[in-house]
């Protein structure tokens, strides 16, 4: 027969693991600064030579709505299978 003992719980340990998860935790959710500031995301609409998002701007059209290519700029590119 296996008898299991239990001992009695450490207050003050658990206290100060606590204070430690909770201090790690807090650490490492402050805020950080991005390169881009909000009032530029939202008005990036007038930036049309800048995705600052993923999809060009928060419409998400994901196409440029610039009217002219540089020609130079566009004999760099690689060439795309779509």
Known sequence: MVRIVQEPCNYAKAAGWIFAVSFLAGFLARPTHGQV???RLVNSDKEPSNWLT???DYSGK???SLDRVQLRA????PPIAV
């Open 74 to 77: 566009a004999a760099l590119q």
């Open 37 to 39: 500031t909000f009032d």
């Open 54 to 56: 993923y999809s060009g």
């Open 62 to 64: 994901r196409f440029s």
